[in-house]
T-cell receptor, first 111, second 115 residues
Framework: QKEVEQNSGPLSVPEGAIASLNCTYS??????FFWYRQYSGKSPELIMF????GDKEDGRFTAQLNKASQYVSLLIRDSQPSDSATYLC???????????FGKGTRLSVIA | DAGITQSPRHKVTETGTPVTLRCHQT?????MYWYRQDPGHGLRLIHY???????DKGEVSDGYSVSRSKTEDFLLTLESATSSQTSVYFC??????????????FGPGTRLTVL
């Protein structure tokens, strides 16, 4: 059974701080890693994906991947109240194989 | 906007009735997926399709069937709905027409209540 683990939260950070969201996965053969943001009552929205070890930056978001430790993280710099949402980590083994999702971490950014 | 629509967006039905949910995409993506999302369980894969008439089961496929007779439509059928199938159902797509990229994009969801 392939598993993806996330702390459920809530993770509370003050406005302007860095939010750090973490995810571990069980399948060592995983190749593709995704972060989705989901607002309450809405569908998941893809915000980052990473395929290689290291860091990938896109605006205020940085995804970090360490395949040896089977660990992927998402950093959100200069957190805003609008970043308050549930963040889902998802992993797939290759190509367009279905994603395995974590249960999500709820982030609350306090103004 | 990945051009995905789901219908209906909300449905209330009774135990034992058949229900069909539709996912429609306009950009000729090869792969389509059905997930359900429940509190405490997160998103779980029901079925997926890797081409017209090509489908496979996911983690929670019991009680569900799917069909894909044309590229743009992926139907999810509950043959005889049960209260345990009350959930929010999301369709997702991936893959450009020529293959490659496996980022998945989600439709708006269908909230199904089985009484």
């Amino acid at each position: 059974q392939k598993e993806v683990e996330q702390n459920s939260g809530p993770l509370s950070v003050p406005e302007g701080a860095i939010a750090s969201l973490n995810c571990t996965y069980s399948d060592r053969g995983s190749q593709s890693f995704f972060w989705y943001r989901q607002y309450s009552g809405k569908s998941p929205e893809l915000i980052m994906f990473i395929y290689s070890n290291g860091d990938k930056e896109d605006g205020r978001f940085t995804a970090q991947l360490n395949k040896a430790s089977q660990y992927v993280s998402l950093l959100i710099r200069d957190s805003q109240p609008s970043d308050s949402a549930t963040y889902l980590c998802a992993v797939s083994s290759s190509g367009n194989t279905p994603l395995v999702f974590g249960k999500g971490t709820r982030l609350s950014v306090i103004a | 906007d990945a051009g995905i629509t789901q219908s209906p967006r909300h449905k209330v039905t009774e135990t034992g009735t058949p229900v069909t949910l539709r996912c429609h995409q306009t950009e000729n993506h090869r792969y389509m997926y059905w997930y359900r999302q429940d509190p405490g369980h997160g998103l779980r894969l029901i079925h997926y399709s890797y081409g017209v008439k090509d489908t496979d089961k996911g983690e929670v496929s019991d009680g569900y069937s799917v069909s894909r007779s044309k590229t743009e439509d992926f139907l999810l059928t509950l043959e005889s709905a049960t209260s345990s199938q009350t959930s929010v159902y999301f369709c997702a797509i991936s893959g450009p027409t020529g293959g490659g990229d496996n980022e998945q994009f989600f439709g708006p969801g269908t909230r199904l209540t089985v009484l």
